[in-house]
């Protein structure tokens, strides 16, 4: 029989040929020996020792129980996005039935082989070139399934079903390279705007913590030194409440208006002492020199703030002998004469 030129060679019989029928036989293990008699089937010979009448007896068919391995050879198919690939494959066969794989078929690896090729450019017709990769195992799958309701008239039974090798055209292998490049240079550049936001978050999440622990140690910062101002103003004005009662108490002795007033004096002169140091701009009293006048002066003012609490004393107190000149004068009175 011809075949058509586009259909691959029938694929080698797997067996061990006929051999001539001698009235004892010897069937090796997994073949099966079809005999016929006088040109009808008559029996399958079972693996080990058998017996046959010559001449009436002859063995038509040796079929190997084993699995077969075939070769699908490569072939063109057309995907469903109008993409031609050249796609071929490894079948897997094994022989259930002598009797249907001798007389169903004429050549059934040889017809597997055919409806494998068929069923393959049937099933990429109906998938894209994407999915042609993706689905290769359901691709298998399916391929199988549609061998084995065909095939199952024939005795053989198909096992497994491998796609060897799937060549592209050029031209589609560099825009799917193009396109993967584009994937990953897609996937590069969402993972760098990831880091960057995360980095961004982060900086802005440290920044807020850093300011609120910095306004936070701010406000400590306020209230203690608050405390401690107010802590100080305590301190000096308990400091200088002392001071002025111990100088009150001091001024209230005997000779504590003169001691007051060698004090002032002494102040006076330091002060007069450190002019013309820290400035070249000096404002001086017309009597500078005149130290008796100016510690008049600061006892007068001291004496006239003085005044209204001696008034009240004296309210509160008997009235005592009159003294024919007051206390401050000759205090006065006995300055200059010391300054003389």
């Known amino acids: 029989l011809k075949r058509s030129a586009w259909l691959a060679p029938a694929p080698h019989r797997l067996n061990s040929g006929l051999p001539v029928n001698i009235g004892v036989l010897f069937v090796p293990q997994q073949e ?23 001449l009436l007896d002859r063995i038509r068919y040796v079929q190997s129980l084993k699995e077969i391995v075939i070769n699908v050879p490569e072939q063109s198919a057309v995907t469903l996005d109008n993409v031609t690939l050249q796609i071929d494959g490894v079948l897997y066969l094994r ?5 249907k794989a001798s007389y169903g078929v004429e050549d059934p690896e040889y017809a597997v082989t055919q409806l494998a090729q068929t069923t393959m450019r049937s099933e990429l017709g109906k998938l894209s070139l994407d999915r042609v990769f993706r689905e290769r195992e359901s691709l298998n799958a399916n391929i199988v399934d549609a061998i ?6 024939w005795g053989i039974r198909c096992l497994r079903y491998e796609i060897k090798d799937i060549h592209v055209p050029p031209r589609v292998k560099e825009s799917m390279q193009m396109q993967v490049e584009a994937e990953r240079r897609k996937r590069a550049t969402v993972l760098e705007s990831e880091g960057t936001r995360e980095s961004a978050i982060n900086v802005a999440e440290g920044q807020k913590q850093a300011q609120i622990l910095a306004s936070e140690a701010e406000k400590a910062e306020q209230i203690n030194k608050a405390a401690g101002e107010a802590n100080a103003m305590l301190l000096r004005a308990r400091a200088k409440a002392e001071a002025i009662q111990l100088l009150a108490a001091a001024l209230a002795q005997q000779h504590g208006s003169a001691a007051a007033s060698l004090s002032v004096a002494e102040q006076y002169v330091n002060a007069f002492s450190k002019l013309a140091k820290d400035s070249n701009t000096l404002l001086l009293p017309s009597n500078a020199g005149d130290v008796t006048s100016m510690v008049t002066q600061a006892l007068g003012i001291y004496t006239t703030l003085t005044k209204p609490q001696a008034v009240k004393t004296q309210e509160q107190t008997p009235p005592a002998r009159e003294d024919p000149q007051p206390a401050h004068t000759e205090m ?4 200059e004469a010391s300054s003389s």
């Open 32 to 54: 099966a020996w079809v005999v016929e008699r006088m040109g009808k089937f008559h029996r399958i010979l079972e693996p080990g020792l058998n017996f046959l009448i010559p």
């Open 95 to 99: 022989v259930m039935d002598p009797y």
């Open 332 to 335: 006065l009175k006995a300055e």
């Open 148 to 153: 084995n309701q065909a095939s199952d008239c």
